[in-house]
């Protein structure tokens, strides 16, 4: 029996889509697949980790032909899960539990994807997007680099900004001390891989995520040694919206640099005159 199915959904100019379902944790998962059309071999391939929990947030074709056809369009082979639970997707959606398998265990099929190249993995994430790139991060050392956009990295400090998270939280996780410790980045920078380059970016507009979140999480990253660069935008909003065309260019030159160009990891002891 076959563990990865894929068939062509639809197109978005010169981009194409494919609808996924692979199985994770002995249940079938529904995801998509985006690259261009015209390509010369094997593309560098960006994990795309969707934001929201349940049905808000799924990948729909806005989301499709806004996000995944541009991060595609950038050169790359774009891959991205619904989750467990979601997008007629099997088994629950645990906000950050055993649907991080989801994200991980792509690359375990990427044997049966000859687009895409396994050498160069980046990763991509928003939101609740960017805790789940924030717990790959700690798990796993073949992400070339990654880029985070609002990443929840504090589940205590969501509480107390947005109570009416708890419900999300209960549904997902039951809500517990150990379920929001687990869950913040906040608590285990010191075990992300010290050679994946993590970009955040963050507006201080955010009233969904506090900005608090990167910058606190910055501070971590930056006493573990971890390579980092922190982007605050000003004003903007959860999505960045104002600064949607410089945020997205930042992202894509540190995916170009470390990912589809491998460049060499910067020095992070003292150095210089």
């Given at each position: 029996?076959?563990?990865?199915?894929?068939?062509?959904?639809?197109?978005?100019?010169?981009?194409?889509?494919?609808?996924?379902?692979?199985?994770?944790?002995?249940?079938?998962?529904?995801?998509?697949?985006?690259?261009?059309?015209?390509?010369?071999?094997?593309?560098?391939?960006?994990?795309?980790?969707?934001?929201?929990?349940?049905?808000?947030?799924?990948?729909?074709?806005?989301?499709?032909?806004?996000?995944?056809?541009?991060?595609?369009?950038?050169g790359y082979a774009i891959i991205a899960s619904q989750y467990s639970g979601n997008g007629g997707s099997e088994g629950n959606d645990e906000v950050?539990?055993?649907?991080?398998?989801?994200?991980?265990?792509?690359?375990?099929?990427?044997?049966?994807?000859?687009?895409?190249?396994?050498?160069?993995?980046?990763?991509?994430?928003?939101?609740?997007?960017?805790?789940?790139?924030?717990?790959?991060?700690?798990?796993?050392?073949?992400?070339?680099?990654?880029?985070?956009?609002?990443?929840?990295?504090?589940?205590?400090?969501?509480?107390?900004?947005?109570?009416?998270?708890?419900?999300?939280?209960?549904?997902?996780?039951?809500?517990?001390?150990?379920?929001?410790?687990?869950?913040?980045?906040?608590?285990?920078?010191?075990?992300?891989?010290?050679?994946?380059?993590?970009?955040?970016?963050?507006?201080?507009?955010?009233?969904?995520?506090?900005?608090?979140?990167?910058?606190?999480?910055?501070?971590?990253?930056?006493?573990?040694?971890?390579?980092?660069?922190?982007?605050?935008?000003?004003?903007?909003?959860?999505?960045?919206?104002?600064?949607?065309?410089?945020?997205?260019?930042?992202?894509?030159?540190?995916?170009?640099?470390?990912?589809?160009?491998?460049?060499?990891?910067p020095i992070l002891e003292p150095h210089g005159k």
């Amino acid at each position: 029996m076959q563990n990865f199915l894929r068939e062509h959904y639809r197109d978005f100019g010169d981009v194409a889509v494919d609808r996924i379902r692979y199985q994770s944790n002995g249940h079938w998962v529904n995801g998509f697949l985006v690259m261009p059309k015209e390509r010369d071999g094997a593309l560098p391939c960006i994990i795309y980790n969707r934001g929201g929990s349940f049905e808000f947030g799924m990948i729909d074709d806005e989301g499709i032909e806004r996000k995944l056809a541009v991060l595609a369009s950038w050169g790359y082979a774009i891959i991205a899960s619904q989750y467990s639970g979601n997008g007629g997707s099997e088994g629950n959606d645990e906000v950050g539990g055993a649907d991080v398998d989801d994200v991980l265990v792509l690359k375990e099929y990427f044997d049966q994807i000859p687009e895409i190249d396994s050498s160069r993995i980046g990763m991509w994430g928003g939101s609740r997007g960017g805790m789940m790139t924030y717990q790959c991060l700690a798990r796993v050392d073949w992400i070339k680099a990654a880029v985070s956009i609002a990443g929840v990295a504090n589940y205590d400090r969501a509480i107390e900004q947005r109570p009416k998270m708890g419900d999300v939280y209960t549904r997902g996780f039951g809500n517990t001390l150990e379920g929001r410790r687990i869950r913040s980045a906040v608590n285990f920078a010191d075990r992300f891989c010290k050679t994946t380059p993590v970009l955040l970016m963050h507006g201080t507009g955010d009233w969904r995520v506090s900005s608090k979140d990167s910058l606190e999480l910055a501070e971590k990253l930056y006493d573990a040694k971890v390579p980092y660069r922190l982007v605050i935008f000003e004003g903007a909003d959860h999505g960045l919206t104002e600064y949607r065309a410089e945020a997205w260019g930042i992202g894509r030159e540190w995916l170009d640099r470390y990912v589809k160009s491998s460049a060499e990891l910067p020095i992070l002891e003292p150095h210089g005159k």
